[in-house]
């Protein structure tokens, strides 16, 4: 099942490419296409191989673009949910989500929840009806993660992941979270950190 609905998808947002350039520098940081497959790979290992995400989780992409990492965690079946700031990237976003479930790809039970907003602002969290500290995983792509890895240590629960999703290797730490793994996508050239608050 998951197999082939990551192929619709996958499918899907190919198609859509052109919508928007590969590196579209927005107000708060650039908005860059993540290669579906890739990312699926990593993120199944995540919660099969390594057992780092299961189903109780609930996950954030901070700085949720076009809402593909949010797809790929409905067909994984964990609850996600997604802040994008621009308003034309979250509108697409939205209207990604619902051609996705229309067409069945995604899984209505793990529809993500997705606003438009600001990922470091209370305020977001409070339009998704959670707060920061219920989050037990973030995934990021390199935007504000200094920002974002100090409101975690701060306000989230001991135990809590992030996923930081560089598209080179990087020495990024944050005092109050340990680097757990670190696995390269040697096909992209990307590398996968996962840290965990201590």
């Given at each position: ?38 990312i699926f790979k990593v993120l199944q290992a995540l919660i099969t191989e390594f057992k ?147």
């Amino acid at each position: 099942m998951a197999d082939q609905s990551l192929k619709h998808i996958n499918e899907f947002y190919n198609k859509l490419e052109f919508r928007f350039d590969l590196f579209n520098t927005i107000e708060k940081g650039t908005f860059v296409t993540g290669s579906i497959k890739h990312i699926f790979k990593v993120l199944q290992a995540l919660i099969t191989e390594f057992k780092l995400i299961n189903e109780k989780d609930l996950v954030l992409d901070a700085g949720s673009g076009d809402g593909r990492i949010c797809a790929i965690f409905s067909i994984l079946k964990i609850q996600s949910f997604g802040i994008e700031f621009n308003e034309h990237v979250y509108q697409s976003s939205i209207e990604n989500i619902n051609e996705l479930l229309k067409n069945e790809y995604i899984p209505l039970q793990y529809k993500p929840k997705i606003i438009q907003g600001d990922f470091l602002d209370n305020e977001s969290y409070s339009k998704l009806e959670i707060s920061f500290s219920d989050i037990t995983v973030f995934y990021n792509y390199v935007t504000y993660q200094d920002l974002i890895t100090e409101k975690i240590v701060k306000e989230s629960k001991v135990g809590t992941l992030f996923i930081l999703h560089s598209p080179c290797p990087t020495d990024f730490s944050c005092s109050g979270l340990e680097k757990i793994l670190d696995i390269p996508i040697k096909e992209i050239y990307h590398v996968i950190y996962v840290f965990r608050k201590i």
